[in-house]
């Protein structure tokens, strides 16, 4: 079964730093998307990625965040300056579409960024 | 309100009791999906539904798309099961609900 990468699995750096989250999709998936989970509250969605471009962001992804697809394989998703509450798990997915009129999705094992 | 609502929130139950968990919505969608998250963080699909019931070993999930409404079920529920379920509704991009972590003690 295909699965989708994410590096590193865990990092910890000061605030203000610049951090890049990576993630490697499934190969011939489209759509691409960062999630993220502040310690002991639901996911939440950050920005979804098609055809090169952003197709819809949350308020959660302000400035200090960016996502590119540098090189065709890897999705990168990049915080400027971390602040505390940057801290959490970032998850990766990708998401084909299908014959069918739903996607089937699969899921990173996360990042867990620290941020001190 | 939560367009995506889960119960219970956290279940406790013993070895082999039969597990049920609810996800109501209320936005429109193009299919349902149970995961599941253990201690480490990292999630699973267990379940993609547009309809109906699937099956896949002692999981059961079933959806009743006009009530808005699914379910999933464990037979013979064991303490490898214990982890968070969450119900997720794609409507262009996924929205979660809060999670029910359930543990099965032995």
């Known amino acids: 079964e295909p699965e989708v990468t994410q590096t590193p699995s865990h990092q910890v750096t000061q605030m203000g730093q610049e951090v890049i989250l990576r993630c490697v999709p499934i190969?011939?998936?489209?759509?691409f998307y960062w999630y993220r989970q502040i310690l002991g509250q639901k996911v939440e969605f950050l920005v979804s990625?098609?055809?090169?471009?952003?197709?819809?962001k949350s308020e959660i992804f302000d400035d200090q965040f960016s996502v590119e697809r540098p090189d065709g394989s890897n999705f990168t998703l990049k915080i400027r300056s971390t602040k505390l509450e940057d801290s959490a798990m970032y998850f990766c997915?990708?998401?084909?579409?299908?014959?069918?009129?739903?996607?089937?999705?699969?899921f990173g094992p996360g990042t867990r960024l620290t941020v001190l | 309100k939560n367009e995506v609502e889960q119960s219970p929130q956290n279940l406790t139950a013993q070895e082999g009791e039969f597990i049920t968990i609810n996800c109501s919505y209320s936005?429109?969608?193009?299919?349902l999906h149970w995961l599941q998250q253990h201690p480490g963080g990292g999630i699973v699909s267990l379940f993609m539904?547009?309809?109906?019931?699937k099956k896949h070993g002692r999981l059961i999930a079933t959806i009743n798309i006009q009530e808005k409404h699914s379910s999933l079920h464990i037979t013979a529920s064991h303490p490898r099961d214990s982890a968070v379920y969450i119900c997720?509704?794609?409507?262009?991009?996924?929205?979660w609900g809060a999670g029910t972590k359930l543990i099965i003690k032995p």
């Open positions: 997915a990708s998401s084909t579409p299908s014959g069918s009129w739903y996607r089937k999705w699969f």
């Open positions: 190969s011939n998936h489209l759509y």
């Open positions: 990625f098609y055809n090169n471009e952003i197709s819809e």
């Open positions: 936005v429109g969608i193009s299919a």
């Open positions: 539904l547009s309809s109906g019931k």
């Open positions: 997720a509704v794609d409507n262009y991009q996924l929205i």
